[in-house]
């Protein structure tokens, strides 16, 4: 039946700062960046994988009527978003790396049953692990 999964979603408040920090500060490559009219179809990928997009979607039309969207803000800002996890080959490193691109890291590298694990947020609210798998 299914083959793939391309796409996953997070909210984000303003999509010109989330493609400053995701590409600019996290390194991610902008998948697509479209005008649709009434929205603005923003994607970023992990480098050389467009297979797997994350869509940075601003809460609003013509997906949710005002109110919702003002709720979904809401949600975002208090860390109620979404969770988007990534794997490294260096977490220690990665997360010295993004430290001096000035992310703040809220929970350093930490061994765990899988792997070396960090966590920061973006500017939003969204929560993002990084994992060195063992």
Same mark, same amino acid.
């Given at each position: +039946?299914?083959? $793939?999964? /391309?796409?996953? &979603?997070?909210?984000? %408040?303003?999509?010109?700062? @989330?493609?400053?920090?995701?590409?600019?500060?996290?390194?991610?490559?902008?998948?697509?960046?479209?005008?649709?009219?009434?929205?603005?179809?923003?994607?970023?990928?992990?480098?050389?994988?467009?297979?797997?997009?994350?869509?940075?979607?601003?809460?609003?039309?013509? +997906?949710?009527? $005002?109110? /919702?969207?003002? &709720?979904?803000?809401? %949600?975002?800002?208090?860390? @109620?978003?979404?969770?988007?996890?990534?794997?490294?080959?260096?977490?220690?490193?990665?997360?010295?790396?993004?430290?001096?691109?000035?992310?703040?890291?809220?929970?350093?590298?930490?061994?765990?049953?899988?792997?070396?694990?960090?966590?920061?947020?973006?500017?939003?609210?969204?929560?993002?692990?990084?994992?060195?798998?063992?």
């Amino acid at each position: +039946m299914f083959t $793939a999964i /391309t796409h996953s &979603q997070i909210y984000v %408040l303003d999509q010109d700062e @989330a493609l400053d920090f995701y590409a600019g500060k996290l390194g991610l490559e902008v998948a697509a960046d479209v005008d649709m009219g009434d929205m603005r179809w923003l994607t970023v990928a992990v480098p050389g994988h467009p297979e797997r997009q994350i869509v940075l979607a601003k809460p609003g039309g013509p +997906m949710m009527s $005002a109110q /919702t969207a003002e &709720q979904v803000r809401d %949600l975002v800002t208090k860390g @109620a978003g979404g969770t988007v996890i990534f794997t490294t080959d260096d977490c220690r490193k990665t997360c010295e790396t993004l430290r001096e691109r000035g992310v703040e890291i809220i929970e350093e590298p930490t061994e765990r049953p899988f792997g070396i694990d960090c966590a920061l947020r973006d500017p939003f609210g969204n929560h993002i692990r990084f994992t060195q798998l063992s």
